[in-house]
Structure formats: C-alpha cells, structure tokens
C-alpha cells in the first residue's frame, strides 16, 4: 500500500485552488458581516451520541467514527446545522441570532467526483425567525451570495416538505416505508412511489395527486395546479406559503432566479418547511442547499424556529472553472534580491513596501541573478551603494 | 446543447429510434464510427454511448443531461437523479431463481446467491435470512447448476433460460422493469426550456406506441 497516498473521496487543496478558495471566502464574509451575520465556529469533533439520540439522527454509516481515551465513541462533524442548532439552544442567551460559518464536515459515505467525503463548506443560519419573510430574504441571500462568488446564471429551486409529508400522512406509513417513498418521489419515480402507496391502502385520490406531485416543477404556474390536485389542509397550506414566499421574491427583484419544485424531499429529517437549492448549469450538483428546520433545537432543550443554507466551496470553484470566472493569478507586485552585506537595506525596502500594502518577495539568494527566477510586476536589486530598479 | 448517455447493447437501437422519432437527429448513431462522443449535424444534441450500468454515473455527475437506462440499473446503482419517463421498452423481472427445492442446505447454512445485482440483493435480503453474495458478471444461471450457489438474483425476460436449466422462478421481486428517461437534477432546471419540451414530445410518442 503506497502510504504517501490519500484515502478515497479526500483531496489536499494546492496553492492556486487555495488562493482562489480562500478569494471566495473573502468575498463570502464581506457578504455576511455586510447582511448583519456574526461568526461562529463548532468543535470539529463532538460525541456521537449528541446526534444519534435525536429525532433528526443522521444515518450512522454516514458518520466518521473513533474512540476516545475513555471508550466513548466520537464523531467528526457531520452536519455544521446540528452543531449550530445544539450552539444555539445550549449556549446562546439571545432569543435571535444570525450566524455565519465556515466549517467542513464529513460524510463517511461519499466517495469523491461532486461527492466528497471531506466538504468544504460555508454557511448561515438565521435563528429565531419565523414566517414567509423571514425565508423569502434568505432565498434572496443566498442569490446574493451566489453572484457575489462570482457565479453567474444562478438559480434557486424551492421547495416545501409540507407536500410531500401531508400527501403521506393520509397513508399511516410506517417510518421506513414513508422513507422509501420519499426517496422515489424525491426521484420523481412516481410509478414507484404509486407501488408503494397503493400496497399500503392508499385511496384513488392521493394516488393520483401523489402522481402529479413529481410534475409540479417550474414557475409560479404550479401553485395553482397543485390546489387543484388535493384538499390536503397540509398541502395546501404548504403550498399557500410558497405562494407568499414567491410573491415577496418578485417584490424584491429575484423572480428570475428562482423556480419553484413541490416535489421536493430532501434526505435530511430536520426539516420543517420551505426547502431550497442553488443550481447552475456547469455543475451537476447543487452549489448550495437549505431550509427551514423549526424544530431541531427542541432536540437540544430549547424552541428556536430557524431557516438557513450552506454552500459547498468546493463545487462552486468548479462551477467558476467551468463558467470562466476564475479571478486572476496576482503577481506579486516586487521582488526584491540584494548582494551579500545589503540584507538590512533590502528588508528597509521590503518593510517599505509591504507597509504600503503590496505583496513583496525578498529573495533568500544573494546575486542579482536571484530575481530571474522570481515573477514580479517590479524588480528591485539592493546594493552597499543603493536601490537599483530592473 | 443537450447531451444524451445512451446504453450500447440491447437498448442501443430503441433508443435512437424513440428519440429519432422526438424530432432529434440521431443520424450520427446510425454511422459506423468507433467515436465514442458524437454530436448532432444540426450541433443540438450531443450523444456519449456507454456501458448500460454506466449511464446513472455519467448523469448524476450531469456530465449528461438525459440518460436512458434499464430500472434494474437504476435501482442497483441507486444514484441521486430525476427518473423522467418509464420507456416501456425492454420489460422484465428481477427475480430469485433457483431449484425447486434448496440442495446443499445442510452443508452451507448461509444461502448462497449468485448475482450481478450485489447491491440490490443485499437490501432484498437485509430484512430476511443471512446470505453469502456471489458477484458474477454473465451466465447467473450456471450458479445453482454448477453448485457454486443455491439461488441467483438476476432478470428475468422469458424465463426460457431459466427453464432450459431446470429452474424456477421462486419469487418476483421487483415487476416493471423497464427502461427509463433520467435526468440529472441540475440540468431539469437549468435547461428546463430545452429538456421540457423533449420529454413532452417523448411521452407523446410513446402514448402513440401504446
């Protein structure tokens, strides 16, 4: 076994991913701080049991998973929402907090392509807040976060679990077959959702609707269709949110990013309502992905509704590749090399210069020749006798 | 530019007749040509020919737009995409076959199931008896009759072969399997204005068919 390899789904980031990585980031926190988000970091490991007791538990083959000194089994941060949402009911005093991240977390099972297992990721969430608002900004901000990236052509799907959980409450599913159905749905397999569902008792009326329900994407048309299709009160509440949510978008400006999928049922069990994600057409992979998840703080003691999203750096480097937004390679503005004996007057200059705020390289070699291997928009040879521009 | 992958093999010629018949020019399938990208002459549609477990791949990455795939594909390779039409072409049945009555059961507790289903297997069975899998590639049926298995996991189309070699069909366990239109996620909504109306001419002509 080549021990200098890396293991499945994992990547180092080199210095030009990083450099633009780190440019997205930068870009990123002008945008939070801007929008009145306050940072926030959680303990990259924390107890496995923290999450597996909860009604929200991540499945637990997806969870990296090691022993502490005392037997206890630990995990690495799987989820940054569940590590916010325990922050926030255990140690926050505030009724509301807008919160920015930059935090990885691991899934044991991804296995590399747009699926990594370590994911880089940045994030918000907005606890305390409730109502069609409240949600309708966060869309628009994460719109706004995507072209602040540098990402362009960018568009949002919207979502509601409402649909889909009210269509199959009617149905008294167990948890693992409501799952499967889900899952198909979630698919737009209608034929095997409609499987399922007609194997359970389900009558002619939430079959045919739960045949539609994959059909409903597109604009703001499928709010109408969808009340046509059931009397659900859950539906059509779900439905009636979405309608305001979409309203307040085109109020704000962002009707043209967004469309709107009532067929939308994410694997994550946390959330409560709307549900959304960040698309663009050179990945094939959500950029960014989110909702509202009301009731996960209950799980840690405490009642704070939330909405939020995170967005994974690593697909939206590639999606900047693809679309050509790359920001460019910077030079450094000097280089610097001097002759054996000149080393205080060359670091005089490099002080100088860094202290106007430009990027300097001093060479370690002595020689003027010392500047050839150096890429510089400006070159600067030090003598005993003085500054010398090349 | 809408890109297809599209199954060489058993599916390969259905498939190009089925969008021939949308209005999409295919005539770039029907060359003899080793290439194993191909673009439309009017440069619409853009068409990658892969192995039939291939396809799900190369669509959830959206490096395709649209794929058509076998269900049993699909359910195996259980990837993260839009299952858009059911084809209805290529019906068959994944079923557990073997002899009438179970042989070498004393001898291995453990069923032995040969299969080139690993995946699906495994969860058929999760809730039920332990198993020992057996991957193999082509030729399931020659499992329970060499002994190298008790039952096989595999499709069924006419059962012929099955009959051919004494077995029998012991359970159905998936029925309705056919070949699908898939899309990938991203692509249904980013290129909703091309892919829509595709799938809409698509189940046209296959009402047409019916």
């Given at each position: 076994m080549n021990l200098k390899k890396l293991p499945t789904g994992v990547q180092d980031i080199l210095p030009r991913e990083c450099r633009v990585l780190g440019d997205v980031r930068a870009r990123l926190t002008r945008a939070f701080e801007l929008n009145g988000y306050d940072p926030v970091l959680s303990a990259a490991v924390e107890y496995y049991d923290t999450y597996a007791g909860?009604?929200?538990?991540?499945?637990?083959?997806r969870m990296f998973k090691f022993t502490d000194s005392d037997g206890r089994l630990l995990v690495l941060r799987p989820d940054a929402t569940l590590s916010i949402s325990r922050i926030a009911a255990?140690?926050?005093?505030?009724?509301h907090a807008r919160l920015y991240y930059f935090l990885d977390k691991w899934d044991a099972q991804n296995a590399g392509?747009?699926?990594?297992?370590e994911i880089i990721q940045a994030g918000v969430e907005r606890l305390g807040e409730e109502g069609a608002f409240s949600d309708a900004q966060t869309i628009a901000f994460a719109i706004d976060c995507m072209y602040a990236m540098g990402l362009s052509d960018c568009i949002v799907d919207v979502g509601h679990v409402g649909c889909m959980k009210g269509l199959l409450e009617?149905?008294?599913?167990?948890d693992a077959r409501a799952e499967e159905v889900r899952a198909s749905l979630n698919a737009k397999d209608a034929l095997n959702a409609e499987r399922l569902l007609k194997a359970a008792g389900a009558g002619e009326e939430t079959l045919a609707a739960v045949r539609a329900l994959p059909t409903l994407?597109?604009?703001?048309e499928v709010f109408a269709r969808a009340r046509a299709l059931t009397k659900n009160a859950r539906v059509l509440a779900a439905v009636d949110h979405l309608e305001k949510v979409h309203r307040i978008l085109a109020d704000m400006g962002y009707e043209k990013n967004v469309c709107f999928d009532l067929g939308t049922g994410k694997?994550?069990?946390?959330?409560s309502g709307i549900v959304f994600s960040g698309l663009v057409r050179?990945?094939?992979?959500?950029v960014l992905s989110g909702g509202r998840y009301d009731d996960l703080a209950d799980d840690f003691g405490k009642h704070i509704p939330a909405v939020g999203f995170a967005i994974g750096l690593k697909r939206v480097l590639m999606a900047l590749e693809r679309q050509g937004n790359l920001p460019e390679q910077p030079l450094p503005d000097a280089a610097i090399a001097c002759e054996e004996g000149a080393e205080g007057a060359a670091d005089a200059l490099r002080r100088r210069l860094t202290g106007e705020g430009r990027r300097v390289v001093l060479a370690?070699?002595?020689?003027?020749?010392?500047?050839?291997?150096l890429a510089a928009a400006q070159k600067y040879y030090v003598t005993k006798e003085g500054v010398r521009r090349i | 530019m809408i890109t297809f992958a599209l199954p060489k093999g058993r599916l390969a010629e259905t498939s190009a007749a089925l969008l021939a018949k949308c209005?999409?020019?295919?005539?770039?399938?029907?060359?003899?040509?080793?290439?194993?990208v191909l673009e439309s002459a009017d440069g619409q549609y853009g068409f990658f020919l892969v192995k039939p477990a291939d396809v799900p791949a190369y669509v959830e990455a959206g490096v395709a737009d649209l794929g058509i795939v076998g269900k049993d594909t699909l359910i195996e390779e259980?990837?993260?995409?839009?299952?858009?039409?059911?084809?209805?072409?290529?019906e068959c049945r994944l079923c557990i076959a073997g002899y009438p009555a179970r042989r070498d059961a004393l001898t291995n507790p453990h069923l032995r199931v040969a299969t080139k289903y690993v995946n699906t297997a495994r969860r058929v069975f999760a809730d039920r008896e332990e198993i020992e899998i057996i991957p193999l590639h082509?030729?399931?049926?020659?499992a329970p009759v060499t002994g190298l298995a008790d039952v096989i996991f595999d499709v069924v189309q006419t059962g012929s072969t099955l009959k051919a070699n004494g077995l029998?069909?012991?359970?159905?366990?998936?029925?309705?399997i056919t070949a699908r239109l898939v899309s990938n996620k991203v692509s249904l909504k980013t290129k909703a204005g091309e892919i829509l109306p595709l799938i809409e001419r698509l189940r046209e002509a296959l009402h047409e068919d019916l």
């Open positions: 909860i009604r929200s538990a991540l499945p637990q083959e255990t140690k926050l005093d505030a009724a392509g747009v699926k990594s297992r009617e149905c008294g599913l167990s994407f597109g604009g703001a694997n994550l069990s946390y959330y050179e990945v094939g992979a959500p370690a070699a002595y020689g003027e020749g010392a500047l050839a291997d | 209005g999409v020019d295919t005539s770039v399938l029907a060359k003899d040509t080793r290439r194993l259980g990837r993260d995409l839009y299952e858009m039409l059911d084809l209805k072409m290529g082509g030729s399931i049926e020659l029998v069909v012991l359970e159905e366990v998936f029925t309705g």
